[in-house]
C-alpha cells in the first residue's frame, strides 16, 4: 500500500552553525569576537540559555497555537512509588537503549524510556510506551522541556493524550529532581509542531520514494499558513472549486467594484475580499515556483515558468510562496470569540459561519451559496393516538454519525493504516442514518395527552452541491476525540437519491396533530449588574426592566440611552406583562422580515430574532448569528402539520429525482481533533496534459499544491472530514 508520507529537513540537517561571543561595548559597530569566552562555564551556560530561549514573539505565536491543555484524573490523583532520589548518571539515558534525548520519566516509579519517534527526525524507540502497556503507570514528564517555572510536557497514556500536572515540581521533587535547577534543552510537543507546520522547505513523497509533483497556472494556486489557518485555507480551495463561487467573484470588472464599493476601506468589505482571494486563487499569476515569473500562454490561460529555466525543460522542484489570506481571516473573524484567534479550528464550523457571512453581504445580489441550500422535511408521530406533524427545515451542510465499531485484534495487523482498527461504514448507512426513525421520549402530545413519539427525516429538496460532514467524534473521558473511521464511498464517487429518500409531507388517511400549547408566560430574567447600575442612576425598576428588554438586556450604557429616548413615553411606567414583550408587535413588521429574509435567513428565523430583539433589524441580525442552531421555531409556527403544505417555489435547491451527485473535492483532517492538528484538501481539477485537459485530483496543503497519486487519495477519500457532491 502506497502512502503519503513527509519527509522533513530540519536546520541541523540544511546548516551549519557556529556560536561567536561578542563584545559589543568594545567596539559598537562590529562587536569584538571573544574566541575563548565560550570555555568559561558562566558564560558557556549564558550561550546555551540563550540558545534555547524564544523571543517574545516567538512565545505569543506558540501561546496562539497551544490547545487548553487540562489535568486529568491520573495526573491528579497521581500514586508515587519512590525509594530514593535518582542521581544524575541515571536520567542521562534511556534505560532500555543508548539515546540521550526525547527522554520520557515514569511519574510513578521513575523509569526513564524513550519516547516515540517524532516529526523531525527526533529519534525514539517507544520504550516508554513499553513501560506503560507492561506497568499501566499513566503520567510521564519529558525531561528536556521542565523549565524553573514548573512547565514541562506531560503526557498521560491511559487518555493518550497531553496533559497538565499542577504539582509536577513536587512530583519531581520526590526523586531528588529541583526545578529550579533544571533549564529548557529541549523542543516541546508544540513548538515540533510549528516547525512541522509553518516550514515549507519539505519534500512529499509516497513511501516508495517518488516525490509528488508539484503543480502551477489557473485555479492551482495555494494558500500560505498563517498560523493554524489550514482549516480557512482547506475550506477556501473547496470553495472556490465551485463553478458557484467561481462566477460570482471572479470578474473582468473588478475596478468597478473597487469604484462603487460603500465600504471605506477594502478590508471592511467581505465583497472586495472574496473577490481578491478569486482572482489570485484562478488567475494563475501567483501559481508560479518561488523566484519564477508569470509567462501568458497562447491560449490566454497562462503557465508557469522559472525565471532560470533551462532550455531542455530540467528545473530544481520548487514549490509555491502561496497567498496569504490575512484580510479575509481577520474580516471574517472579527467579532467571533473563536475565529478571530491563532488557534486551530473546526472545518465545518468555519464553512458555516463563512456561509451566513457571505449571505449576510451579498442582499439581493447574486448569492453564491444558494447552491448548499436544501429542505428536509421531518415527521413526527404521537406514539399514542398516531396523529402527525410536519416541517422542514432549510440547511446547508449534511451531518451524518459515522458509527465506530472496532475490529477484532486479530484483524489489526502492526502498521495497519490510520482507521485500520475500525470497521469500514458505507457512506449509503450513514445517510440512512439520518434518515431512520428515533424515539422522542418525554415529548407530550397535544391532541390526546400521550406521552413519547417517534420522529423521521427525509430530504424535502435537494442543494446543487451537497456538503457532507462525516461527525467522527465520541466523548473519551468527557472529551471530545476523532475516530479514524474509514468511509466507503459508492463506485465513481457517485451518490445517487431515488424517491424513497424524499419526503411527501401529509398523506391521506393521517390526522395532523394540533399546534403544541403556548408555555406559560413569565417575566424574563433581567442582567443583575445592569440592573444595579441603572437603579443606582436614579432610574425605576420599570423603567429599568423596560430599558434593558429593548436593548439585548446586556449592556447598561445602551439602556440608558434608550431611556432618555423614551421619557415620555405614556406607558413607560406601565408594570411589564407576563412574557415581557407588551412593547414588541405581536407579529413583526413583514417588511422587517423581509429584510432578515433577504440577508439568507428563514422567515421564521427573521419573526424570531425581531422578537428577540425588541424588532431591531440590525440586532436581530446579530441575534441570528450568535444562535446559527436556533431555526425560529414557535407555537404557532407555519411549519405544523395544520398549516397549508408549502408549495415547490418556496423551497431551495431541486425536487426532481432521481438526483445524482459526484464527488468535486474533500477536506481531510488529521490528529486527534478538529482543534488541533492539520486540515488539507483534495480538488478533482481540469489540468492540462500535453494538449488535452482531464480531471485529476489535486492536493492542496497550505501552499503546496501537488498531483495527488491514486493511493493516497483512495486512502484520505476514506478518512475525509468534509465532502463536497456536485450535482450531475
Known amino acids: 500500500m502506497t502512502k503519503l508520507a513527509i519527509v522533513e529537513k530540519s536546520e541541523e540537517d540544511l546548516y551549519e552553525t557556529n556560536v561567536v561571543v561578542k563584545c559589543w561595548a568594545c567596539e559598537p559597530e562590529k562587536g569584538r569576537e571573544l574566541p575563548d569566552a565560550v570555555v568559561d562555564p558562566k558564560v558557556k551556560s549564558l550561550v546555551d540559555g540563550t540558545m534555547h530561549s524564544l523571543s517574545s514573539a516567538r512565545q505569543a505565536e506558540i501561546k496562539s497555537w497551544e490547545e487548553e491543555i487540562t489535568p486529568c484524573e ?17 536520567l542521562a539515558q534511556c534505560a532500555s537503549c543508548d539515546l540521550k534525548e526525547n527522554l520520557w520519566l515514569c511519574l510513578t516509579c521513575g523509569s526513564l524510556g524513550c519516547g516515540r519517534k517524532q516529526f523531525g527526525g527526533n529519534g525514539g524507540n517507544g520504550h516508554g510506551l513499553e513501560h506503560w502497556n507492561t506497568s499501566m503507570h499513566p503520567v510521564s514528564v519529558k525531561l528536556g522541556t521542565i523549565t524553573p517555572e514548573g512547565s514541562a510536557d506531560v503526557y498521560c497514556y491511559a487518555c493518550d493524550d497531553g496533559k497538565s500536572d499542577p504539582e509536577i515540581a513536587a512530583h519531581l521533587a520526590s526523586f531528588g529532581i529541583n526545578v529550579q535547577n533544571l533549564s529548557k534543552t529541549e523542543k516541546t510537543m508544540t513548538e515540533l509542531q510549528i516547525e512541522h507546520n509553518l516550514k515549507y522547505d519539505f519534500s512529499l513523497t509516497t513511501e516508495d520514494g517518488h516525490a509528488l509533483e508539484p503543480l502551477f497556472g489557473p485555479g492551482l494556486t495555494g494558500l500560505a499558513n498563517l498560523g493554524n489557518s489550514c482549516y480557512i485555507a482547506s475550506t477556501i480551495q473547496a470553495l472556490f472549486s465551485l463553478p ?33 482571494v478569486a482572482d489570485g486563487l484562478l488567475s494563475g499569476r501567483y501559481a508560479v515556483p518561488r523566484g519564477s515569473v508569470y509567462v501568458p500562454h497562447v491560449y490566454g490561460e497562462g503557465e508557469t515558468r522559472r525565471a532560470d529555466e533551462k532550455q531542455d525543460g530540467e528545473r530544481e522542484r520548487k514549490y509555491q510562496a502561496g497567498l496569504k489570506p490575512s484580510g479575509l481571516k481577520t474580516l471574517v473573524g472579527r467579532g467571533h470569540a473563536e475565529f478571530s484567534t491563532m488557534k486551530q479550528q473546526d472545518a465545518e464550523e468555519f464553512l458555516q459561519w463563512l456561509i451566513q457571512y457571505i449571505r449576510r453581504d451579498v442582499r439581493r445580489v447574486g448569492d453564491p451559496t444558494k447552491v448548499f441550500s436544501y429542505a428536509m422535511e421531518q415527521r413526527l408521530q404521537c406514539a399514542s393516538c398516531k396523529g402527525v406533524r410536519y416541517r422542514f427545515d432549510e440547511c446547508d451542510v449534511l451531518g451524518v454519525p459515522v458509527p465506530a465499531v472496532e475490529l477484532p485484534k486479530d484483524q489489526v495487523s502492526v502498521g495497519e493504516k490510520e482507521g485500520g482498527k475500525w470497521r469500514e461504514v458505507p457512506m449509503s448507512r450513514c445517510v440512512e442514518m439520518v434518515l431512520g426513525e428515533e424515539d422522542v421520549d418525554g415529548w407530550g402530545c397535544a391532541a390526546c395527552g400521550g406521552r413519547g413519539g417517534v420522529k423521521y427525516s427525509r430530504f424535502k429538496s435537494f442543494p446543487e452541491v451537497l456538503v457532507m460532514h462525516a461527525k467522527k467524534f465520541q466523548l473519551v473521558n ?72 429593548a436593548t439585548g438586556n446586556k449592556d447598561a450604557e445602551a439602556a440608558m440611552e434608550w431611556l432618555f429616548a423614551h421619557m415620555e413615553d405614556p406607558d413607560i411606567d406601565t408594570p411589564i406583562a407576563a412574557g415581557g414583550r407588551e412593547q414588541v408587535e405581536a407579529e413583526p413588521p413583514a417588511e422587517k422580515v423581509a429584510l432578515i429574509q433577504d440577508m439568507g435567513f428563514t422567515a421564521a428565523q427573521g419573526r424570531k430574532a425581531l422578537r428577540e430583539t425588541g424588532g431591531d433589524v440590525e440586532r436581530a ?37 432521481p438526483v445524482r451527485y459526484r464527488l468535486k473535492a474533500f477536506v481531510s483532517h488529521k490528529g486527534p481533533s478538529t482543534h488541533s492538528g492539520h486540515y488539507v484538501a483534495h480538488v478533482r481539477v481540469p489540468v492540462r496534459v500535453g494538449e488535452t485537459v482531464k480531471e485529476e485530483w489535486v492536493f492542496f496543503n497550505d501552499e503546496k499544491v501537488l498531483k495527488a497519486d491514486e493511493e493516497s487519495v483512495k486512502e484520505l477519500k476514506s478518512l475525509a472530514y468534509l465532502y463536497f457532491f456536485e450535482r450531475v
Open 74 to 90: 491520573h495526573t491528579l490523583t497521581l500514586q508515587q512509588n519512590t525509594s530514593a532520589p535518582i542521581p544524575a548518571a541515571g
Open 478 to 549: 468527557w472529551v471530545p476525540t476523532k475516530l479514524d473511521v474509514p468511509i466507503l464511498l459508492p463506485p465513481g464517487d457517485e451518490l445517487e437519491f431515488g424517491e424513497a429518500y424524499v419526503g411527501k409531507g401529509i398523506r391521506p388517511g393521517e390526522t395532523a396533530l394540533p399546534d403544541d400549547a403556548a408555555p406559560a408566560q413569565a417575566l424574563p430574567t433581567f442582567d443583575a449588574t445592569a440592573m444595579a447600575q441603572l437603579e443606582a442612576m436614579g432610574f425605576p425598576a420599570v423603567r429599568a426592566q423596560k430599558a434593558l428588554l
Open 244 to 276: 458557484a463561487f467561481q462566477a460570482r467573484y471572479n470578474h473582468d470588472n473588478n475596478h468597478d467594484h473597487a469604484l462603487t464599493c460603500s465600504e471605506p476601506l477594502p478590508a471592511s468589505c467581505i465583497e472586495c475580499q472574496l473577490r481578491k
Open 621 to 657: 441580525v446579530e441575534w441570528l448569528f450568535s444562535h446559527p442552531d436556533d431555526m425560529g421555531d414557535e407555537p404557532n409556527s407555519a411549519i405544523s402539520g395544520s398549516a397549508p403544505p408549502a408549495t415547490a417555489k418556496e423551497l431551495p435547491g431541486t425536487t426532481d429525482v
